[in-house]
């Protein structure tokens, strides 16, 4: 049997440091089962048989936040050896509030004060013996960051725990609480002694979640309201109250505070932090910096690493060679460019060109062909133009190309970036080379390549971004900061039942909903997370642009609105949704008290960054990366077979494909939209791996083309003849909203830590989306064309109950609904 | 009955007894804001709500809607 210490103490204590300092390497991070909250156990450095549980930073262990209760549950069910108790040094007296509750569980207690250096560093005095004996458990001075006496903590937490000692609180209450405690104890009965003056205070407190872990619940009521009546305050309260009363007489004697009247350092910052007028413009400067290194430039830059590097054709060591390359490459294109125009132009005049344009697409110029093709070019007199497309697909430039242009446009052979730095091919071009050097069939080469690979890469190409942001993450939550973002956005966001912290996620989520989605790791508070998740991905996010710029440019015209229209959809979605859903059952069962520490502002160690960066990046691959492999693959499964020629195998045109098939099978369910062509429906399938793929399947179902530029201006035509400006916007609207990419769901899954609340996500995004389109379409049809059916009643219906939801009463709750499983 | 939501900014005022119950009133207690503690007003939010407050030697930031059930003097 391994020893098993719990180390307990206050947020901001320097807790996570002093586990990592004594766990070393040696973790395993996990969650509570059931719940969101974060569970964390190493074996102690030196001692394979000791194992170390860090339990929530907590304050209290009343029943009201999960945290509480996950913790409390551990320590009396799991009942671990012994509490390692960290106390901030700085400041002691809340912290100490904690370990008096602890003292009371009948577990052996070691308390580290931590931060010993500071309370060092401002000449103040701690009298630890004074502090031993007030308390009656063992008391050493640690600096957790520096790493002082943290080997002698865990040694006398691992001697306690052998010698297996009960300890008795020798706090005591005011007399007549002591008494009515006395009376509550002696009718527990199969309670072992050690413990009951944990339950007599809870059963004192009214705890209902206590009684549900006592065998029977003595009748304490009378006790305990001639208390109340007595001292004229409810059971809880007093306490509380007698606890802290306790502490500031022991404080008095036992710390010597030299006379603080001038500002601390952190005082400082906050003076100009917080400052009523400076406050707003540094927190945007703030968030331009997070969201232009982790988004614009560096993220950006690493997950193009990533997708088109590593996971694509290949990529430059270091970036040398690449502007080079690329250089060259343009030059090639352009070159390109001309020798088409040239053939194009020969041909309609009558020239046989056939041969010719067959051995350039290969690769090797025919120079017979070629030298016969010039003579008869020549005599024929021709000439072209080349036409450059912008991105539009609207003509930019027009180049006269002549004989000479085209012999020197030919005499352009393709640049090979290996000739350039040193090039590092990608994981599926080396892949190919190997699957064909084997002789591989062709459906697993095709598996590997495009199934599986492809759906590795969508996992890991959002790694690199991913870190970058996890830094600053974890840099403003542990140099103190984001407790402040929580503080300014406070006023705004509560409104819409989230956190003054959910503005980071959401502002990530224009860029990447899945790093967004992560992101909201920082929120404490279960309910505020969980709705910041659902709503992350309604802002549009970079791969929704391509569908923006489709819409817009092919609807309507490219005019400007649009784009802003989608922001502004996207804002109102969060909104709406923030309102309704805190009103819902599912949301209003927990409490949500924002009363919140602002901690000292101090820098944090670049271990403990990275460590944090590394876990959640972890965390990520390992719980969303199955499920984003997996939905990839059958995707790929769908897209890629189906009945072709009367026989089922791998088809080659997306018509024929399963996917084709389920789309026209659901294409009815969005004819209320005005949307009910199947091939829509299909893009709005394909769009799950990645919503820019919309784009590519309707370039494929529209136009038939195996490529498209980004905003797919070649199908802009055809388009227009499947869809109105409304059913356009109907569509875009119901794409923005719906169910994210399977890499975000894999991210919803992971922070929901819950396949109901994942499931519940999900659906509540596909439905919303599927209402607003509604709204959108049919009472656009009314205003436009005074269309009136049942879809019309149904839209207003909707709006109804929009606006009813919307302002309906609703009171906070004050308990904690959520089941913690024991 | 004057209470913590309109102390003035910069000023000390003390507790004399707190109203409301359940989670949100155990938690301003947790944190130190018990019978008869001095509580410093230290500012106001940039957009006018929460409140910063030094109670016990640290910063604590509370909403004024909950500071409203702080009964001081």
């Given at each position: 049997?391994p020893?098993k210490?719990?180390?307990?103490?206050?947020?901001?204590?320097?807790?996570?440091?002093?586990?990592?300092?004594?766990?070393?390497?040696?973790?395993?991070?996990?969650?509570?089962?059931?719940?969101?909250?974060?569970?964390?156990?190493?074996?102690?450095?030196?001692?394979?048989?000791?194992?170390?549980?860090?339990?929530?930073?907590?304050?209290?262990?009343?029943?009201?936040?999960l945290?509480?209760?996950?913790?409390?549950?551990?320590?009396?069910?799991?009942?671990?050896?012994?509490?390692?108790?960290?106390v901030?040094?700085?400041?002691?007296?809340?912290?100490?509030?904690?370990?008096?509750?602890?003292?009371?569980?009948?577990?052996?207690?070691?308390?580290?004060?931590?931060?010993?250096?500071?309370?060092?560093?401002?000449?103040?005095?701690?009298?630890?013996?004074?502090?031993?004996?007030?308390?009656?458990?063992?008391?050493?001075?640690?600096?957790?960051?520096?790493?002082t006496?943290?080997?002698?903590?865990?040694?006398?937490?691992?001697?306690?725990?052998?010698?297996?000692?009960?300890?008795?609180?020798?706090?005591?209450?005011?007399?007549?609480?002591?008494?009515?405690?006395?009376?509550?104890?002696?009718?527990?009965?199969?309670?072992?002694?050690?413990?009951?003056?944990?339950?007599?205070?809870?059963?004192?407190?009214?705890?209902?979640?206590?009684?549900?872990?006592?065998?029977?619940?003595?009748?304490?009521?009378?006790?305990?309201?001639?208390?109340?009546?007595?001292?004229?305050?409810?059971?809880?309260?007093?306490?509380?109250?007698?606890?802290?009363?306790?502490?500031?007489?022991?404080?008095?004697?036992?710390?010597?505070?030299?006379?603080?009247?001038?500002?601390?350092?952190?005082?400082?910052?906050?003076?100009?932090?917080?400052?009523?007028?400076?406050?707003?413009?540094?927190?945007?400067?703030?968030?331009?910096?997070?969201?232009?290194?982790?988004?614009?430039?560096?993220?950006?830059?690493?997950?193009?690493?990533?997708?088109?590097?590593?996971?694509?054709?290949?990529?430059?060591?270091?970036?040398?060679?690449?502007s080079d390359?690329?250089?060259?490459?343009?030059?090639?294109?352009?070159?390109?460019?001309?020798?088409?125009a040239?053939?194009?132009?020969?041909?309609?005049?009558?020239?046989?060109?056939?041969?010719?344009s067959?051995?350039?697409?290969?690769?090797?110029?025919?120079?017979?062909?070629?030298?016969?093709?010039?003579?008869?070019?020549?005599?024929?007199?021709?000439?072209?133009?080349?036409?450059?497309?912008?991105?539009n697909?609207?003509?930019?430039?027009?180049?006269?190309?002549?004989?000479?242009?085209?012999?020197?446009?030919?005499?352009?052979?393709?640049?090979?970036?290996?000739?350039?730095?040193?090039?590092?091919?990608?994981?599926?071009?080396?892949?190919?080379?190997?699957?064909?050097?084997?002789?591989?069939?062709?459906?697993?080469?095709?598996?590997?390549?495009?199934?599986?690979?492809?759906?590795?890469?969508?996992?890991?190409?959002?790694?690199?971004?991913?870190?970058?942001?996890?830094?600053?993450?974890?840099?403003?939550?542990?140099?103190?900061?984001?407790?402040?973002?929580?503080?300014?956005?406070?006023?705004?966001?509560?409104?819409?039942?989230?956190?003054?912290?959910?503005?980071?996620?959401?502002?990530?989520?224009?860029?990447?909903?899945?790093?967004?989605?992560?992101?909201?790791?920082?929120?404490?508070?279960?309910?505020?997370?969980?709705?910041?998740?659902?709503?992350?991905?309604?802002?549009?996010?970079?791969?929704?642009l391509?569908?923006?710029?489709?819409?817009?440019?092919?609807?309507?015209?490219?005019?400007?609105?649009?784009?802003?229209?989608a922001?502004?959809?996207?804002?109102?979605?969060?909104?709406?949704?923030?309102?309704?859903?805190?009103?819902?059952?599912?949301?209003?069962?927990?409490?949500?008290?924002?009363?919140?520490?602002?901690?000292?502002?101090?820098?944090?160690?670049?271990?403990?960054?990275?460590?944090?960066?590394?876990?959640?990046?972890?965390?990520?691959?390992?719980?969303?990366?199955?499920?984003?492999?997996?939905?990839?693959i059958?995707?790929?499964?769908?897209?890629?077979?189906?009945?072709?020629?009367?026989?089922?195998?791998?088809?080659?045109?997306?018509?024929?494909?399963?996917?084709?098939?389920?789309?026209?099978?659901?294409?009815?369910?969005?004819a209320?939209?005005?949307?009910?062509?199947?091939?829509?429906?299909?893009?709005?399938?394909?769009?799950?791996?990645?919503?820019?793929?919309?784009?590519?399947?309707?370039?494929?179902?529209?136009?038939?083309?195996?490529?498209?530029a980004?905003?797919?201006?070649?199908?802009?035509?055809?388009?227009?003849?499947?869809?109105?400006?409304?059913?356009?916007?109907?569509?875009?609207?119901?794409?923005?909203?719906?169910?994210?990419?399977?890499?975000?769901?894999?991210?919803?899954?992971?922070?929901?830590?819950?396949?109901?609340?994942?499931?519940?996500?999900?659906?509540?995004?596909?439905?919303?989306?599927?209402?607003?389109?509604?709204?959108?379409?049919?009472?656009?049809?009314?205003?436009?064309?005074?269309?009136?059916?049942?879809?019309?009643?149904?839209?207003?219906?909707?709006?109804?109950?929009?606006?009813?939801?919307?302002?309906?009463?609703?009171?906070?709750?004050?308990?904690?609904?959520?089941?913690?499983?024991? | 009955?004057?209470?913590?939501?309109?102390?003035?900014?910069g000023?000390?005022?003390?507790?004399?007894?707190?109203?409301?119950?359940?989670?949100?009133?155990?938690?301003?207690?947790?944190?130190?804001?018990?019978?008869?503690?001095e509580?410093?007003?230290?500012?106001?939010?940039?957009?006018?709500?929460?409140?910063?407050?030094?109670?016990?030697g640290?910063?604590?930031?509370?909403?004024?809607?909950?500071?409203?059930?702080?009964?001081?003097?």
């Amino acid at each position: 049997m391994p020893i098993k210490i719990a180390l307990a103490g206050n947020p901001n204590s320097g807790k996570t440091t002093l586990f990592n300092a004594l766990t070393g390497s040696n973790q395993f991070v996990g969650n509570w089962p059931g719940v969101t909250v974060e569970k964390k156990e190493g074996k102690l450095k030196g001692h394979k048989d000791v194992v170390i549980t860090d339990l929530p930073g907590i304050y209290s262990l009343s029943p009201y936040t999960l945290e509480e209760v996950v913790a409390r549950n551990y320590l009396i069910h799991e009942k671990p050896d012994a509490i390692l108790n960290i106390v901030d040094g700085t400041n002691l007296e809340r912290n100490l509030y904690l370990t008096t509750q602890l003292m009371e569980l009948g577990i052996p207690v070691v308390m580290a004060v931590n931060m010993m250096d500071v309370v060092k560093k401002n000449k103040d005095e701690i009298n630890i013996q004074q502090l031993q004996k007030e308390l009656g458990c063992e008391v050493v001075e640690i600096s957790a960051l520096k790493g002082t006496g943290v080997a002698q903590a865990a040694q006398r937490a691992v001697s306690l725990a052998k010698s297996g000692e009960a300890v008795m609180p020798v706090h005591q209450f005011s007399e007549e609480v002591e008494e009515a405690l006395h009376n509550i104890a002696a009718q527990l009965g199969n309670v072992p002694e050690e413990q009951k003056r944990f339950f007599a205070i809870k059963l004192f407190e009214r705890d209902d979640k206590i009684k549900e872990q006592l065998q029977s619940v003595p009748d304490v009521e009378p006790i305990v309201k001639a208390m109340e009546d007595k001292l004229d305050d409810d059971s809880e309260s007093i306490i509380t109250n007698e606890r802290y009363v306790f502490l500031s007489g022991m404080i008095e004697k036992c710390y010597h505070k030299r006379n603080r009247q001038k500002l601390t350092v952190s005082d400082k910052i906050d003076r100009i932090v917080t400052n009523r007028w400076l406050a707003l413009p540094i927190f945007a400067v703030v968030m331009v910096i997070v969201y232009y290194v982790s988004v614009s430039t560096v993220g950006t830059i690493a997950t193009d690493w990533a997708n088109d590097g590593v996971f694509g054709e290949g990529w430059h060591l270091f970036g040398i060679g690449s502007s080079d390359y690329n250089e060259v490459a343009e030059e090639y294109d352009l070159a390109s460019l001309k020798t088409e125009a040239y053939l194009e132009a020969a041909e309609t005049a009558g020239l046989d060109t056939e041969a010719l344009s067959q051995s350039i697409a290969d690769g090797e110029v025919d120079q017979a062909a070629l030298s016969a093709f010039e003579t008869e070019a020549s005599a024929a007199g021709i000439t072209a133009e080349a036409e450059v497309l912008d991105d539009n697909g609207e003509v930019e430039e027009t180049l006269p190309v002549n004989l000479d242009e085209f012999e020197n446009a030919v005499a352009v052979s393709e640049p090979d970036p290996a000739d350039y730095g040193v090039w590092v091919p990608g994981i599926p071009v080396l892949l190919e080379d190997g699957l064909n050097a084997i002789g591989c069939a062709d459906w697993l080469s095709d598996l590997i390549l495009n199934g599986i690979v492809a759906g590795v890469g969508a996992v890991l190409g959002f790694v690199p971004q991913m870190l970058i942001l996890f830094i600053f993450l974890a840099f403003l939550e542990s140099c103190g900061y984001m407790a402040r973002i929580a503080f300014i956005m406070d006023r705004i966001f509560r409104k819409f039942g989230l956190s003054g912290k959910s503005f980071i996620p959401m502002l990530i989520g224009t860029g990447c909903g899945v790093p967004g989605i992560m992101a909201s790791r920082t929120i404490e508070n279960d309910r505020d997370r969980k709705m910041t998740i659902m709503t992350t991905t309604f802002i549009p996010c970079g791969a929704k642009l391509p569908i923006i710029a489709l819409i817009a440019g092919a609807l309507f015209g490219g005019a400007w609105w649009v784009a802003p229209s989608a922001y502004f959809v996207g804002v109102a979605a969060i909104i709406i949704s923030g309102i309704i859903l805190k009103k819902t059952r599912m949301f209003a069962g927990d409490p949500a008290p924002f009363v919140m520490e602002l901690p000292a502002y101090h820098w944090p160690t670049v271990g403990n960054v990275l460590r944090s960066m590394w876990e959640r990046g972890w965390s990520f691959i390992k719980k969303a990366g199955t499920i984003i492999l997996l939905s990839a693959i059958l995707l790929w499964f769908l897209q890629g077979y189906g009945v072709e020629n009367g026989s089922f195998g791998r088809v080659e045109d997306l018509n024929n494909s399963i996917l084709a098939v389920i789309g026209g099978f659901i294409a009815p369910i969005f004819a209320p939209l005005g949307w009910g062509d199947w091939k829509a429906a299909v893009a709005s399938i394909t769009g799950l791996i990645a919503k820019e793929n919309v784009v590519g399947t309707f370039g494929v179902l529209y136009g038939g083309l195996d490529e498209v530029a980004e905003n797919g201006w070649q199908i802009w035509a055809s388009m227009r003849e499947s869809f109105t400006a409304l059913t356009a916007y109907s569509f875009l609207v119901f794409n923005l909203l719906c169910a994210p990419c399977f890499a975000a769901i894999g991210a919803i899954r992971r922070e929901m830590n819950s396949a109901k609340w994942t499931w519940f996500a999900i659906s509540y995004q596909c439905v919303f989306a599927y209402a607003m389109a509604l709204c959108i379409y049919q009472l656009g049809m009314l205003f436009t064309t005074g269309a009136f059916g049942i879809g019309t009643v149904v839209a207003i219906m909707i709006v109804a109950a929009l606006l009813y939801l919307l302002f309906r009463p609703y009171k906070e709750q004050n308990e904690l609904k959520v089941k913690v499983r024991v | 009955m004057k209470t913590l939501k309109e102390a003035k900014c910069g000023t000390t005022v003390k507790v004399i007894r707190l109203h409301g119950a359940g989670a949100v009133k155990r938690r301003i207690m947790d944190m130190g804001i018990t019978k008869g503690v001095e509580i410093f007003i230290r500012k106001v939010a940039p957009l006018g709500d929460p409140v910063e407050v030094n109670v016990r030697g640290y910063e604590l930031s509370l909403r004024k809607a909950d500071a409203e059930m702080i009964e001081v003097s």
